[in-house]
């Protein structure tokens, strides 16, 4: 029986410097093949998800897509000024996949198969704390619905009540059972309300979905939401991997730490200080201070912890705001997801976006590229042999999944899990860093405009490596640089001015 390879480092009392590996707790995602990563693929259409797991992310090891919201939604043609926004999805009408903005429940299932078969997950973001927002509306399958009323799912006392908002986080009771942002919300308390949900995620679990994003988990109680859990996973053959998206700020009432016991403390949570954290020393502070990155930096436990540089609302100022990197920032993004995917620490997800401006609040509000009346204009459309991505205009894909040093980077998480500690660490005490995991990996980050030659000691057995950051690995072949470690695990690399270097096991030369 093939054994998760968590499991097996676990076993082998792989030492860890910060923390369990991730897998000791939650092993669903870490598969046989060991994958280590996954990618949001914000408001893409299920026919090009299934394309891309296919194409690139099946065979650049992702090992999962937390995909938009599948259910049947708000049809919100203007917001704030803005053509179809893309939040929207964020607006449940109700748990049927016919039809959301990203395809219909057939294109669904074929997605999730088709994924599958090549070792990718699909992670559903479930929007179960609230339903719609506003009075009255037509849903993204033209059914309508007013406030309150859901036909054939929801009615009055499905939600909570005396109605109130989502004002004072320093209440709990506040933050859970009030309305955030004015989404009527669900009386999560209830039997009814409670099957209904768990109804909708088995039903998706049953369609082979590998995990959940919880969404506002924050602002479902613990006890409501892991009665959920405990339902879902009593009734599925096997466990979805789970992730609850719980914003952590001091001093408020509630806490990440109050959801890690959930699903028999089988469960993650978003770790928004990591990108936090990463933003200050990559946009402006100095690489040098991250060799002790982690927990002690006031991060939850690594085997906890989701971590990401920018997620969706963080990208665009929602969500609570924060100062977090993005595409905008170019290379300097590219090097943080190089250093989160290079650092031991949680499960990371890599962020990719369509094209988008910050600057008001019609700008962050601004839905996908799409076709007049809505319809989404998908990277893949046209039956294109390969997506239109690498587009910083409006109108067009970003695809930061497929930037080089970000697809690459995978590849070395996933070749060095076996070795979940830092070795080898150099900087030059300002914004040049360096670090091994071991005889797996060696990773080079130069944020500075000079480029960095050096001659570093690894721990990596003597041979002829490919630096997947100037180049791609394919079938023992290197398009970029060659680097040859001696049998001293001495090794010559080169990073450019904001650029890096990179080298590991999997990609070693024949
Ligand atoms: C989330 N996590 O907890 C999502 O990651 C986030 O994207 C969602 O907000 C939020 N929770 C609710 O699921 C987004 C967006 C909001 C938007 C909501 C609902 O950030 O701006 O709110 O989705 O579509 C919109 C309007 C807001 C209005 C509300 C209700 O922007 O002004 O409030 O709808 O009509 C009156
Ligand atoms: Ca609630």
């Given at each position: 029986m093939p054994r998760s390879f968590a499991r097996a480092a676990v076993a082998l009392g792989v030492a860890s410097l910060l923390g369990?590996?991730?897998?000791?707790?939650?092993?669903?995602?870490?598969?046989a093949s060991a994958r280590t990563a996954f990618v949001?693929?914000?408001?893409?259409?299920w026919t090009d998800v299934a394309k891309e797991c296919e194409t690139y992310l099946g065979p650049k090891g992702f090992a999962g897509v937390q995909v938009s919201p599948p259910n049947e939604h708000n049809w919100v043609t203007s917001g704030n000024g803005a053509p179809?926004?893309?939040?929207?999805?964020?607006?449940?009408?109700?748990?049927?996949?016919?039809?959301?903005r990203s395809g219909t429940r057939a294109e669904f299932q074929d997605m999730v198969n088709r994924c599958n078969a090549v070792g990718v997950g699909i992670y559903v973001d479930a929007v179960i704390n609230h339903m719609s927002g506003g009075s009255s509306g037509t849903s993204s399958a033209g059914r309508s619905w007013s406030y309150h009323h859901y036909p054939g799912l929801y009615s009055g006392y499905d939600f909570h009540s005396p109605v109130c908002a989502?004002?004072?986080?320093?209440n709990a009771d506040n933050v859970q059972l009030c309305e955030l942002s004015g989404l009527q919300d669900?009386?999560?308390?209830?039997p009814y309300v409670r099957g209904k949900i768990a109804d909708y995620l088995v039903g998706l679990a049953n369609m082979g979905v590998k995990g959940f994003?919880?969404?506002?988990?924050?602002?479902?109680s613990p006890g409501d939401l892991g009665a959920i859990i405990d339902n879902v996973n009593s009734r599925v053959a096997t466990r979805p991997y789970w992730f609850l998206e719980v914003i952590g700020a001091p001093g408020?009432?509630?806490?990440p730490e109050q959801y890690f016991g959930l699903g028999g403390g089988q469960v993650n949570v978003t770790e928004f200080n990591y990108g936090k954290q990463l933003y200050g020393k990559f946009a402006?502070?100095?690489?040098?201070?991250?060799?002790?990155?982690?927990?002690?930096?006031?991060?939850?436990?690594s085997h906890k912890a989701v971590a990401f540089v920018d997620n969706h609302d963080k990208q665009r100022g929602h969500g609570g705001g924060g100062s977090y990197l993005t595409y905008h920032a170019g290379s300097t993004y590219n090097l943080a997801n190089v250093f989160m995917l290079a650092w031991?620490?949680?499960y990371p997800s890599v962020m990719s976006s369509y094209a988008f401006n910050r600057a008001s609040e019609y700008d962050t509000s601004f839905g996908p590229p799409?076709?007049?009346?809505?319809a989404t204009k998908g990277p893949?459309?046209?039956?294109?042999?390969?997506?239109?991505?690498?587009?910083?205009?409006?109108?067009?894909?970003?695809?930061?999944?497929?930037w080089r040093p970000i697809g690459n980077m995978v590849g070395f998480r996933n070749a060095t899990l076996g070795t979940w500690a830092v070795t080898d660490w150099w900087d030059n005490d300002h914004n040049q860093i360096a670090f091994g995991r071991g005889d797996k990996g060696f990773v080079v980050i130069n944020k500075e405009g000079a480029a960095l030659t050096r001659n570093f000691k690894t721990s990596l057995p003597a041979g002829r490596y490919c630096d997947v950051i100037s180049g791609d690995y394919l079938n023992g072949s290197c398009t970029g640089q060659v680097v040859t470690v001696d049998a001293g695990g001495y090794a010559t690399l080169t990073a450019p001015p904001y650029g890096a270097a990179a080298i590991h096991v999997g990609a070693r030369m024949r």
């Open positions: 369990a590996a991730p897998w000791a707790a939650s092993t669903a995602h870490a598969q949001h693929l914000f408001e893409w259409k179809y926004p893309w939040w929207m999805r964020y607006q449940p009408v109700s748990y049927n996949l016919d039809r959301s989502v004002n004072n986080y320093s669900l009386h999560t308390g209830t994003r919880v969404d506002a988990a924050k602002h479902i408020e009432a509630v806490q402006n502070g100095r690489l040098a201070d991250l060799e002790t990155f982690g927990p002690t930096w006031g991060l939850m436990p031991p620490y949680g799409h076709h007049s009346g809505g893949w459309d046209g039956n294109v042999s390969s997506p239109a991505c690498f587009n910083q205009q409006i109108g067009g894909w970003v695809c930061e999944h497929r």
